[in-house]
């Protein structure tokens, strides 16, 4: 696909059709009455001789590989069921006791099963080979693929709706983790204290974060046209209630923005933003369209436009990257 940049690819329209984690384990969570325990869905033995051969680097990508996919299955079947388990607690790691405590079945059950067998024998085949804990800094040969260096700084305007003012918004790479880019921020030169943390597929932790729209699990790893996407997208404030949304990937290709090479994916979204008003009863929670488009690198996650419409404040606003001020060299 060739076009002039991400504002003109943004354009295109379709009908609706690894992020990496860090390994970690919590507690077993149940829930009482509508759980099966963790324990109850078993393994799908996986043969640790197949992976024997395997350095201890690619065993951790792959084991990065298997929980991101677990997650997802299980962040699927919490959607729908609606225990808000993990939409409730996931930022970027994983803990497979509480992805299986959620009565998966069927397919659902069935592939957790087998990618809770592969990542046993995973760690059978790590310890085999005594590999170390995975290193916390991001490799070497994955930051030669970034299009952006520590200390480099994405400058975006924003504004809130079409035809308000602009803003600017600046997020400076502070630290390049295994799994993780993380951002200071600032707007109009104003610094925030919270930073901004996302995966390298471009979800961000969504507890703590600076003041800036968010999205849990809406972007997958290897974004593929046509591909369906659905997730949450959180309200600047964090205390206000989160849209569904869904999207589907429209156009994909390499593109030259701000002087910098990205292969973009370009993401139709549409859902229902909430419309919440007062009653005599409490609160009453109403709905309002929702519709937008998002272009990522599909490589790294980083946003290159988001635009979203909506009765909804919160949910209205424009973001598109302007340039990419280069890190300060000593």
């Given amino acids: 696909m060739t076009a002039s940049g991400v504002g003109a690819i943004a354009n295109c329209t379709a009908p609706l059709v690894r992020q990496r984690l860090a390994a970690a384990w919590l507690t077993l969570v149940v829930l009482a009455g509508c759980a099966t325990r963790a324990d109850d869905v078993q393994p799908r033995a996986t043969d640790p001789a197949t992976y024997a051969g395997w350095d201890c680097s690619r065993l951790h990508d792959e084991v990065d590989a298997v929980q991101q996919r677990a997650a997802d299955v299980a962040y699927a079947v919490d959607s729908r069921v609606g225990n808000n388990m993990i939409a409730l607690g996931l930022g970027v790691t994983v803990f497979w006791p509480a992805l299986l405590a959620m009565r998966p079945d069927g397919l659902e059950a069935s592939e957790l099963a087998a990618l809770k067998g592969r990542y046993e024998a995973l760690r059978v085949a790590a310890a085999r080979q005594s590999c ?49 880019i993380e951002f200071q921020v600032d707007l109009d030169g104003k610094r925030f204290a919270e930073t901004w943390q996302q995966d390298l597929v471009g979800n961000p932790v969504l507890e703590g974060r600076a003041p800036l729209l968010g999205w849990r699990r809406l972007l997958k790893p290897d974004l593929t046209l046509g591909q369906v996407l659905y997730g949450d997208l959180a309200a600047a404030d964090q205390v206000r209630p989160a849209a569904r949304v869904r999207g589907q990937v429209v156009a994909t290709g390499p593109q030259t923005i701000a002087g910098r090479n990205f292969d973009v994916a370009v993401i139709e979204l549409f859902g229902e933003a909430p419309v919440t008003s007062s009653s005599i009863g409490g609160i009453d929670v109403a709905s309002t369209r929702l519709d937008g488009v998002m272009a990522v690198d599909r490589r790294n996650g980083l946003l290159l436009r988001l635009e979203l419409r909506s009765a909804n404040a919160d949910f209205n606003l424009r973001r598109r990257l302007l340039r990419v001020d280069d890190a300060v060299r000593p």
């Fill in 132 to 180: 170390q804990p995975p290193s916390e800094a991001m490799a070497a040969q994955r930051q030669a693929l970034l299009p952006v260096v520590l200390g480099d700084r994405l400058v975006y305007e924003e504004r809130s709706s079409a035809g308000a003012p602009p803003h600017q918004l600046g997020m400076q790479v502070t630290a390049l983790r295994r799994d993780q």
